[in-house]
């Protein structure tokens, strides 16, 4: 109860902080005038566009939990809404815990392996992400849309940059090495060693199983796979922070549609790639203030990138599968509360107890 408690602090304490930040920098009469004069006729085609998105996660899950089973994407889609909208509503991306133990208690498998290809998941969102960083931004800079930008900005955000790509980097070779090199699995597996005895073997056994998560990254092509498969999951997305650009006016501010896309690939890689930071609350806080920032670094007023950061965060992307998170919840007469504390304590439990209490389960 006290870690639930630190984290529940720790990631309302980044969120408020980073919008307060966010605020400072505004001009609130500005910002409400933005809001007020938007066209919000694009709205609903792009929360449509979103929940596509959303389809071609489960497609791309399905495919890394093959060497677990082999299951409908029918099945997986409701599975990857709840998890997002647990991933909003909770710290630390403990959402993550809760889809693993909803599809291990729908489809009778094990929680950590499943865990594992969910943190496979992760790694190709950033790779995916960066992909597009590095595509727009040498482009941006040479047509100098960066030249309004002032040189911390600029040094800031190559720190940034390459701070995560080695970070996805090394993520990448790990878990390559972990799927695909029973030696290397081996031995990290043997520095568990220092966890008392009395915890050793189930922590042990967790670290298995999630390695076995991770078999999917066995092979070149599997990887040429994955990222294939997150293709459309991010340009899906960014159609979507496109067609709000024209709601807010963010269009008016470059010469030409080929440089709002490349804009708009620039901040879906940015304000998406600050929140794969676990510590505020559905990433709110760090993708409103990096999305403004970097709106800002191409010549968009603070207050409209302000307003149309946050538009699309809260309204666009949090809200709408948040709702419908809840209501599939309700559907299948499901306790949030009681989810999530499942959720936490399956990962401490055996797979045959888990079996046993999933088994019975369905829609």
Do not use: C
């Not at 919008?19 to 449509?48: F, H």
């Not at 899950?61 to 599975?79: E, K, M, Q, T």
């Not at 929680?111 to 992400?129: K, N, Q």
């Not at 010469?255 to 708009?264: A, C, K, T």
Request: glycine share 10%; hydrophobic share 55%; net charge neutral.
């Amino acid at each position: 109860m006290i870690l639930k408690r630190w984290q529940f602090w720790l990631g309302g304490g980044v969120s408020v902080g980073l919008l307060l930040l966010l605020l400072y920098q505004v001009d609130m009469g500005e910002l409400t005038n933005a809001l007020r004069d938007a066209n919000y006729y694009l709205l609903a085609p792009s929360v449509a566009v979103y929940f596509i998105a959303v389809l071609f996660r489960a497609v791309r899950w399905r495919y890394l939990l093959v060497p677990i089973g082999v299951f409908a994407v029918g099945r997986l889609y409701p599975v990857v809404v709840i998890g997002y909208m647990a991933n909003n509503l909770l710290p630390v991306r403990l959402g993550e815990l809760v889809r693993s133990y909803y599809l291990a208690r729908r489809e009778n498998i094990n929680t950590s392996s499943t865990l594992g290809t969910i943190a496979v998941e992760r790694v190709y969102d950033g790779i995916t992400l960066l992909a597009f960083a590095a595509l727009a931004a040498p482009w941006l800079l040479m047509l100098g849309e960066f030249d309004g930008a002032a040189d911390v900005s600029r040094a800031t955000g190559i720190i940034f940059l390459a701070a995560t790509i080695v970070a996805f980097a090394v993520l990448l070779t790990v878990f390559t090495l972990l799927g695909s090199s029973p030696t290397f699995a081996g031995r990290m597996e043997g520095w568990l060693n220092i966890v008392p005895g009395g915890l050793r073997p189930k922590v042990k056994g967790l670290f298995r199983t999630f390695v076995a998560g991770l078999a999917v990254l066995s092979s070149p092509s599997k990887h040429l796979a994955l990222f294939l498969y997150s293709l459309p999951v991010w340009l899906l997305e960014g159609s979507m922070y496109f067609m709000l650009a024209y709601s807010f006016g963010i269009d008016e501010h470059f010469d030409s549609v080929g440089v709002l896309l490349l804009v708009v690939l620039l901040l879906t890689a940015t304000s998406n790639l600050a929140t794969s930071i676990p510590s505020a609350i559905g990433g709110i806080g760090p993708f409103e203030i990096v999305a403004q920032q970097t709106l800002v670094s191409l010549g968009v007023g603070a207050s409209l990138a302000g307003a149309y950061s946050g538009f699309v965060h809260l309204v666009a992307l949090w809200l709408p599968v948040n709702l419908a998170g809840l209501a599939l919840l309700w559907k299948n007469n499901l306790s949030f509360r009681e989810m999530t504390a499942a959720s936490r304590s399956s990962n401490l439990e055996s797979a045959p107890e888990l079996a046993g209490e999933s088994a019975g389960e369905d829609d």
